[in-house]
């Protein structure tokens, strides 16, 4: 036999041996969590595998009845109801944040500077690019980190072309407010019924009903004051979307309910912006 049909030969039989490595999803790999890999075997997955990652930001600060840690169990809960439908992996999270100024002043709270967040950010960013990530999501729990991680973003772009998306949940898909729970459409305000959703579809337990109960909802929480009156501290740990809107329900079958529909739109918004990015690279 010639020696480019033995080439040709071989190279039939290691296809068939081995079906294409690129079709595998990280689904069917053992682990979806970034930190449970060796670096020699993550080298054989990114960006082979994948080359999506999804980095969830929160921060540590007072929610009412909710946990002090609401602002990370959010990003963590929908980043595992969106890594399997987007084919990413998960890395850690980022759990210190820009906390408020004024809510910082409440037992338990923790602050980042944030000119400290944005480096910080710009550093881990900078690395899961390195690793071969190039399309990263990031699901945002808390607002004080919007514009610090907003310059990060474009920072990085503008230096290596990866793609990035910042993902507010609070502040994407207000019809959900509608479909699950009946309210017209509303951003959803702060420790109030979507946030606590977000929390007590994954943790119940963390949702201090006793509390919630003995002060009184309407002394945890008040609608947000106009833009023209700034307090320091606020009245209360719980805003509202509106008077009256917002008040927690416990409602576990609701919570999973609004949850997964969130996690849907951001999976399919992240889809289809590395869709777009794919397609504009052509021109490349």
């Known amino acids: 036999m010639k020696p480019k049909s033995l080439s040709l030969l071989f190279a039939f039989l290691l296809v068939a041996a081995f079906p294409a490595f690129s079709q595998k ?19 054989t997955i990114v960006p082979e595998v994948t080359d999506r990652i999804i980095l969830p930001v929160g921060t540590v600060e007072s929610h009412g009845a909710c946990p002090i840690g609401t602002d990370n ?3 963590e809960n929908l980043a595992e109801h969106v890594w399997a439908d987007v084919n990413a992996l998960v890395a850690p999270a980022v759990n210190h944040g820009v906390t408020g100024a004024s809510i910082s002043q409440f037992p ?17 960013l900078k690395d899961l690019v390195r690793t071969g990530f190039k399309n ?18 474009t920072k990085l ?9 910042i993902i507010s949940w609070w502040e994407t898909a207000w019809n959900l407010s509608e479909e699950v729970y009946g ?18 579809s994954k943790y119940p337990d963390l949702i201090d009903r006793e509390m919630y109960e003995k002060l ?23 805003r509202l979307p509106e008077s009256g809107v917002g008040y927690l329900d416990f409602d576990v079958k609701k919570a999973k309910e609004y949850t997964v529909k969130k996690a849907k739109f951001i ?18």
Not at 114 to 122: L, T
Not at 216 to 238: Q, R
Not at 274 to 282: A, G, L, N, P, Y
């Open 216 to 238: 009184g909802k309407d002394n945890l929480g008040h609608a947000g004051t106009d833009k023209g009156v700034i307090m320091m501290p606020a009245w209360a740990t719980t």
């Open 108 to 124: 338990g709270s923790i602050m980042i500077r944030p000119e400290i967040f944005q480096e910080y950010i710009y550093d881990i």
């Open 25 to 43: 999803k990280v689904k069917d790999l053992p682990y979806h969590q970034l930190q449970q890999y060796s670096w020699m075997r993550l080298a």
């Open 267 to 284: 999976s399919d918004t992240f889809n289809e912006a590395v869709s777009r990015w794919e397609m504009m690279e052509t021109w490349k």
């Open 136 to 153: 990263i999501l990031i699901i945002n729990g808390h607002g004080g980190n919007t514009e610090p991680m907003q310059k990060a973003i």
């Open 157 to 165: 772009h503008l230096e290596t072309g990866a793609h990035f998306m």
């Open 73 to 75: 169990y959010i990003p």
């Open 183 to 200: 309210l017209k459409p509303i951003q959803s305000g702060h420790g109030d019924l979507e946030e606590a959703a977000l929390v007590l």
